[in-house]
């Protein structure tokens, strides 16, 4: 057998095993399997052809995926090489501008400096068996990423007897752990069907946490001790790349010994956790033992997104910067700043200019220092408050 029908073997493979998945809905209501499919290139200006894809759309009458999930399949005699992954990571950034999650499958497993390559640019690594389905290699519950953990030797090693196992995102799974992680849709049971809310909902249950007569602000931990009694907070050590979680059956919070006690990350990661409860609990408790956070899903500028596979996630950021940044204590702060450094346009215009310049980071990093939070954060409130007017060519300038 040649290298090309070894080559259409495994994706043959591949997409036998993905027909059912898809075809149940299990990536969502309105999902489409591919072989072959080609994808334009930005970089190239030309098409290329992908070996199996699966894209998710909104409603059927949408023509643009919102996600494609994108399988490489490379059915070798040898462990896939670092530069297999090159040039699959080439490929994925010539078609970023949609939102793509990329796999690299193979039937043998991965040289060490692939894994490490894969785990930098955000790549699955899938080891296939010869087992034609998809089985769980130990239970594990949606975003519990530290709940499995195998050694490299496992997913590189030669034992095919083994199911699927995934190395995504620091840690290893099985596909079906990868693909719930990712927020595909699994079984129905395991369906998080997290209502839309809008901004003024979700700031009335941090208002509902903030007594009526506040002056001064108040540590999160102290807020999350006193007004909700039944929720837990604990330091420990977490996985590398996991800053806290929300053991959901436990009602804890658990925070990475990594962050400094009261820095700004620390703060907003365990009123993210906090928002998580407040806003999540009652869809979460019956579906999932706990849920962890990374850098990525605590980032602001997810916020400016609004699709269903990144609600938990945009819900929780905004709760925590409306807990951490109340407007009943930002709005005199901020008048307080434009009256000292004589700002009378009634907002913050940001351009190329030094002096804008310079009234942007004197205004948002003393309001940032003064609540405790990063400029991200107060930059976020201002902007959603319409306070805030940044030009595109100075978004490069400022932090």
Known sequence: MNTTQKGNELEARVYDILEPIVGSGRYGAYS???????????????????????????????????FIYIFECKNYSHKVDISDVEEFNTKL?????????????STVGF????????????????????????????????????????????????????????????KFMSLLDSLEANHVQISNDKILNVPFLKNEEIEKKTIELIPTNLQNLTNTLNIAMEYLPDIHIECCDLPC?????????????????????????????????????????????????????????LNLSQCSKNNFSKRLEIQANKFAAYLLVPHQLLIPKIIEMFVY?????????????????????????????????????VAYRMKELNLLEITDDALTYIS
Request: proline fraction near 2%.
């Open 32 to 66: 489409k399997l591919y072989r072959h499919k080609k994808y334009y290139s930005h970089d190239t200006e030309t098409y290329k052809i992908m070996d199996v894809s699966v894209e998710t759309f909104d409603s059927p009458e949408d023509d643009t995926p919102m």
């Open 93 to 105: 950034d010539g078609i970023s501008y949609r939102a793509i999650k990329g796999a690299v499958v």
């Open 111 to 170: 040289t060490e400096p692939t894994i490490r390559l894969a785990q930098k640019k955000q790549i699955a690594l899938i080891k296939i068996s010869n087992k034609e389905e998809f089985d769980y290699v130990i239970k594990r519950e949606v975003n519990d990423f530290a709940y499995y953990n195998h050694s490299l030797d496992v997913l590189g090693g030669e034992d095919m007897s083994s199911p699927i196992l995934v190395y995504d995102d620091f």
């Open 241 to 297: 790349s996991q800053l806290g979680k929300l053991v959901v059956k436990d009602k804890l919070i658990n925070i990475s010994n990594e962050l400094e006690y009261d820095t700004p990350r620390w703060r907003f990661t365990v009123a993210h956790e906090i928002g998580h409860y407040i806003l999540h609990y009652e869809y979460l408790k019956n579906k999932i033992d706990s849920y962890g956070e990374t850098s990525d899903s």
């Open 341 to 377: 450094y004589g700002i009378n346009r009634g907002r913050l215009f940001v351009d190329m200019q030094q002096c804008n310049l310079d009234n942007y980071h004197n205004v948002i990093g003393k309001i940032a220092a003064y609540f405790n939070v990063s400029k991200l954060c």
